[in-house]
């Protein structure tokens, strides 16, 4: 069973860009049929959907913050990273790594998570 | 962007008890819909997928139900480790949304 380890700064500068990284045990992202997504969740609200990629590099992004946004596959296939641009305190919140899988209905459904890393934009 | 609502936002409840948690999508997600838990400080965890499938692992008295645009979660015989907080998540169309969040508490 793969497991995802997100890994990256605490903190962050505004302006700044922040640069995340999933790494997955246990399994390589290289497997047709999931997507690899980053979700945040600002201080005490709701879950966000940032962006995913799919095994083949194929992109997806959050209107909200596509122009400020990249997803990406390691050469490696065991990570995956985000970047996010020209950070504001609003990018405060924690991020989580966490793997799309697809059902045999053909539905995608996000069923492993990492454990999250807690990002703070402050100066 | 399809907008999920749930309701109620929170609730109270005593071990035992059988509580229902209602989404509703904005548009027809015919049953692209995920639930999924949260206990304070940990990663969401996926209950139930396609609306009624239960997640491996997932103890049976969770269940889903719903399709088009209203779904429930069902949780029978609440226990102790069953209050947190319950997000719905759409996989119909990007970009993915999920609802507000119920909060669920012990009475």
């Known amino acids: 069973q793969v497991q995802l380890q997100e890994s990256g700064p605490g903190l962050v500068k505004p302006s700044q860009t922040l640069s995340l990284t999933c790494t997955a045990s246990?399994?390589?992202?290289?497997?047709?049929?999931?997507?690899w997504n980053w979700v945040r969740q600002h201080p005490g609200k709701g879950l966000e959907w940032i962006a995913y990629?799919?095994?083949?590099?194929?992109?997806y992004y959050n209107p909200s913050l596509k122009s400020r946004v990249t997803i990406s596959v390691d050469p490696s296939q065991t990570q995956f990273s985000l970047k996010l641009t020209s950070v504001t305190a609003a990018d405060t919140a924690v991020y989580y790594c966490a793997r799309s899988f697809r059902y045999t209905s053909g539905l995608y459904a996000m069923d492993v998570w990492g454990q999250g890393t807690t990002v703070t934009v402050s100066s | 962007d399809i907008q999920m609502t749930q309701s109620p936002s929170s609730l109270s409840a005593s071990v035992g008890d059988r509580v229902t948690i209602t989404c509703r999508a904005s548009?027809?997600?015919?049953?692209?819909l995920n639930w999924y838990q949260q206990t304070p400080g940990k990663a969401p965890k996926l209950l139930i997928y396609a609306a009624s499938s239960l997640q491996s692992g997932v103890p049976s008295r969770f269940s889903g139900s719903g399709s088009g645009t209203d779904f429930t979660l069902t949780i029978n015989s609440l226990q102790p480790e069953d209050f947190a907080t319950y997000y719905c998540?759409?996989?119909?169309?990007?970009?993915?949304?999920f609802g507000q969040g119920t909060r669920l508490e012990i009475k």
């Open positions: 990629i799919s095994y083949s590099g194929r992109t």
């Open positions: 998540q759409q996989s119909y169309s990007t970009p993915i949304t």
């Open positions: 246990g399994d390589s992202i290289n497997i047709g049929g999931h997507y």
């Open positions: 548009q027809s997600i015919t049953t692209y």
